[in-house]
C-alpha cells in the first residue's frame, strides 16, 4: 500500500477517496470479529471473473475484512469458499443478473446458490452512475484490511474512464478490464446497503469489544 495504487491513473474514479482513507490512516489490521455478522457483496461472471467482498458493520463505521475473487468456477465453489472461512454470516448482497436462468440446469443462480446454502438478497438493477455515487458516499465511512483486500482494493484503485483523444473528454462508461468485477462488487456493496440495510441485533455489544 506504500506505492502499489498511488500512482495517478488517468480517469480513475475511486483513487481520489482511497488515498484519503489511506491518509486517515483506514488501511492496517482489521480481523474478523465473531460478535459481529460478517455480509458480503458479489459481482458475478460468466466466463471471466467472480469478485466477493466481505464487511461487517459497526455503527456508521463498514470494516471491510476480507476480498475474495476466482475465475471459471462454478458457484459450488463459491459456497465452498464461505464455508471454509468460518465466518458467521449476515446479508449476501447479489447484483441482478443472479436471477439469470442457467442453461445447463434451468436454474437461477439465485435458487442455486440458496440450494448451496447461501441465501441471497438481489440488487435491482441501477444505473452505473448512481452505483458510482453510492460507493463514494460509502467509502469515507470505510476502513480496509491491508493484507486480506489489498488485490481488491488495487483493482477499486484503478478502475477508470477511458479518454477520448479526439474529442478531449472522459468517456462516460468506465473501461471494462481485470479492474472492473471487483469495483462492480462494491457498488453491489453500495446499493444492497442502501437498500437492505443490515441488522443491527448485536452491535452495542460488538462496539464495546472493537
Same mark, same amino acid.
Given at each position: 500500500y506504500e506505492c502499489s495504487w498511488m500512482a495517478a491513473i488517468k480517469g480513475a474514479i475511486y483513487?481520489?477517496?482511497?488515498a484519503e482513507l489511506k491518509d486517515r490512516g483506514r488501511f492496517g489490521r482489521y480481523a474478523y470479529n465473531p460478535a459481529l455478522p460478517v455480509h458480503?457483496?458479489?459481482?458475478? +461472471? =460468466?466466463?471471466?471473473?467472480t469478485a466477493i467482498w466481505f464487511v461487517?458493520?459497526? +455503527?456508521? %463505521?463498514? =470494516?471491510?475484512? #476480507?476480498?475474495?475473487?476466482?475465475? &471459471?468456477?462454478?458457484?459450488?465453489h463459491y459456497a465452498d469458499v464461505l464455508e471454509k472461512k &468460518?465466518? @458467521?454470516?449476515? $446479508?449476501? =448482497?447479489?447484483?441482478?443478473?443472479? %436471477? !439469470?436462468? %442457467?442453461?445447463?440446469? &434451468? $436454474?437461477? @443462480?439465485?435458487?442455486? /446458490? @440458496? %440450494?448451496? +446454502?447461501v441465501r441471497g438478497y438481489t440488487v435491482p438493477r441501477a444505473n452505473v452512475e448512481d452505483g458510482i455515487a453510492a460507493v463514494r458516499? /460509502?467509502?469515507? @465511512?470505510c476502513a480496509f484490511d491491508a493484507g486480506m483486500t489489498q488485490?481488491?482494493?488495487?483493482?477499486?484503485a484503478s478502475y477508470h474512464r477511458e479518454y477520448d483523444e479526439r474529442q478531449q473528454i472522459f468517456r462516460q462508461k468506465p473501461k471494462h478490464d481485470w479492474s472492473s468485477h471487483p469495483a462492480d462488487a462494491f457498488r453491489t456493496l453500495a446499493m444492497g446497503l442502501r437498500r =437492505?440495510?443490515? #441488522?443491527?441485533? &448485536?452491535? !452495542?455489544t460488538a462496539r464495546a469489544q472493537l
Open positions: 483513487a481520489k477517496q482511497l458480503t457483496a458479489w459481482d458475478l +461472471g =460468466f466466463d471471466d471473473c461487517q458493520i459497526v +455503527g456508521n %463505521e463498514v =470494516f471491510v475484512i #476480507d476480498y475474495y475473487e476466482a475465475a &471459471g468456477a462454478g458457484l459450488d &468460518g465466518y @458467521r454470516y449476515g $446479508k449476501h =448482497f447479489l447484483p441482478h443478473d443472479v %436471477e !439469470q436462468t %442457467e442453461l445447463g440446469t &434451468g $436454474k437461477s @443462480r439465485m435458487s442455486v /446458490l @440458496r %440450494e448451496l +446454502g458516499a /460509502l467509502l469515507p @465511512r488485490s481488491g482494493v488495487a483493482a477499486m =437492505f440495510g443490515v #441488522d443491527e441485533a &448485536g452491535y !452495542q
